[in-house]
């Protein structure tokens, strides 16, 4: 196959797509291949180093993955280099769904869908991680996706918990925790009211804990510290970007891990909280569904009142929580990452070899 080169416009660690950029790489190198990351500018995530894109040298024989999420020029060229051309659709957020974000990532979003059909028609083979965003693919003129489960990367579901946050868990209020990027589609305000009302049902004093980054669309940060001061919310904690050890401390002493996001590609905080044995509990929109398997409890519409009370029966009955985690067991070990890195090489050996053809 050559070389295998990556390149996503921006790579960063505690990031989806970073993450699993890393993953893939880790993975190719380990079957020997020669593996390479690229993006706009040089960096590196968790010691793999990032080479800048005005230093990408393609030969005939490498394998070049594209991550799509986002528009950006540099795709119009690299669709047009002389290798093996794949792409990863992540898929792209609807703008819609990014009002209060900075102007730049929504018009971003806008080039993202305008031209994400003839990114994919340029490659030649493309991948998902869900049907969903395939469908979404097929929508803006693209070609049929291959579904791939998203490549976890091992070393971080192993990762210690940070003793600090570990701690916490003396305390006496349960934690109903929600992670990820605080950004508007992920619709952090329903968050606020299923925590306010659970926290008036149920017996337990309850904490929220939104652990993610804040620094991505920060109007929208302050709306929601705003709507906690005038519903007179206590206990409700904005942690910000946190290292993995942390991640890993609030996915243990939690007691259900909530989202309400209306768009994702594939959800990586509910393999994660599976993976810690932590009830999930979802708003089924977008590729939520696909990636919980039918694990955890999930919900047609955001009916805030249902949620919280289905989290508070589940708290307080112990044989339906030990149901649930292990019915969710089952599905995070579908997510294995030896297993899901064989799937990953498999396919990019097969689309080295068998190209299909691009139309002129």
Known sequence: MGRLIQFHPSVAARDAIGNEIAAIHEAAARTGIDARVHAIDPGSIDG???????????????????HYSLGHPAFADLVTAGCRRLMLYHDVTPP???????????????????QAGAVARQTHRVAAHSHSSAASLRV???PDADVIPYLLREKLLRAAPDAGILAQSKLSCSILL?????????????????????????????????????D??????????????KMGLP??????AVPQAEMNAWFGISRAFLTTSEHEGFCVPVVEAMHHRLPVFALAAAAVPETMRGAGVAFDTADWPSIAEAIDAVDRDAQLRAR?????????RYYQPESVA??????????????????A
């Open 216 to 229: 991505q669309a920060p109007g929208y940060v302050e709306r929601l510290t705003v709507l906690c001061r």
């Open 342 to 359: 064989g799937a990953w090489m498999r396919w990019l050996d097969e689309a080295g070899w068998q190209r299909t053809a691009i139309p």
């Open 140 to 142: 803006c003129g693209g």
């Open 48 to 66: 793999i180093s990032v080479r800048a894109l005005k230093r990408l040298d393609i030969g005939t024989s490498d394998t070049l993955l594209i």
């Open 324 to 332: 649930i985690i292990e019915g969710q067991a089952e599905v995070a």
């Open 96 to 114: 819609h769904l990014l009002t209060g974000s900075p102007k730049a990532l929504v018009e971003a979003a806008v080039d993202g869908l305008d």
């Open 178 to 214: 929600v992670a990820g990027r605080v950004m508007p589609h992920k619709r952090i305000e329903d968050a606020l009211l299923v925590y306010d009302y659970l926290r008036r049902i149920s017996p337990n004093a309850w904490r929220l804990a939104v652990v993610g980054c804040t």
């Open 235 to 240: 206990r409700v904690l904005f942690t910000g």
